[in-house]
Every structure is written in structure tokens, then in C-alpha cells.
């Protein structure tokens, strides 16, 4: 396994920077995650994508989750809890919008005093 990753890594780094050198790590993590592996936290082979969605959640749900090998991870205070939800949330819904609608009209704007109609 350590010798995929540093090939892996090795294609991903001698890649040149831009759209394309993303593009190629995006591929390196889909084919390192769709592999199965040991996860000592369940005792047998775990495809590697759900293990890491099981830990994003258990991070966000309980602030602290366990790696494959048993590592306890935890969020070490607000902010970094925080982080892990926004994250979640983000892949769930898309990003958050920055104006807020209400029956179509931007809230924002009308207690600012700005005409929606106007702008």
C-alpha cells in the first residue's frame, strides 16, 4: 500500500501546476479511495471512501472519530468543529449563498434601505 501512495504522490508532483495538476490528484484520491483496506477500528476490510465519509461524520456529530489504525482524532476546539460542519454541509448542499431571500426578495438589501427593484 505505502508503495501505490508514494507512486501516487510521485505522478501528482511531477505534474505541472493548474487545472490539469488538480485533475490528477483528483484522480489519484478517487483510485486510492475506491481500494478496500484494513480498518482495525472494525477488525476487517473497509472500502476506504465510506471509512472516510464515517469519519467526517463522526467528527462533525461527536467531535472526535478514530483512523483505520485506531488513532483517536479530535477537533481540538470550536473553530475546528465548526470547520468539519461547514465542510459537511457544503458537500451536502452546495455552498452557502450569501443573500438571503425571503418570497424572493433579498432581506438584506430592504433593511439596508436599498430597492430591490433598482438594483
Not at 483505520?68 to 454541509?89: A, E, H, P
Not at 449563498?97 to 438594483?119: H, L, M, R, S, W
Request: with cysteine.
Amino acid at each position: 500500500m505505502g508503495d501505490e501512495i508514494a507512486t501516487s504522490s510521485q505522478q501528482v508532483l511531477s505534474a505541472t501546476k493548474g487545472a490539469g495538476s488538480r485533475r490528477q490528484m483528483a484522480g489519484a484520491l478517487k483510485r486510492q479511495l475506491s481500494r478496500r483496506s484494513y480498518a482495525a477500528t472494525q477488525g476487517k476490510k473497509v472500502a476506504k471512501r465510506e471509512y472516510l465519509a464515517k469519519m467526517i461524520t463522526e467528527l462533525a456529530l461527536n467531535q472526535e472519530t478514530f483512523a483505520m489504525d485506531g488513532t483517536s482524532i479530535q477537533c481540538g476546539d470550536y473553530n475546528d468543529w465548526l470547520k468539519t460542519v461547514q465542510f459537511v454541509f457544503n458537500h451536502l448542499d452546495g455552498p452557502a449563498t450569501q443573500e438571503a431571500q425571503f418570497n424572493g426578495v433579498n432581506i438584506f438589501k430592504v433593511y439596508a434601505g436599498i430597492d430591490p427593484d433598482k438594483v
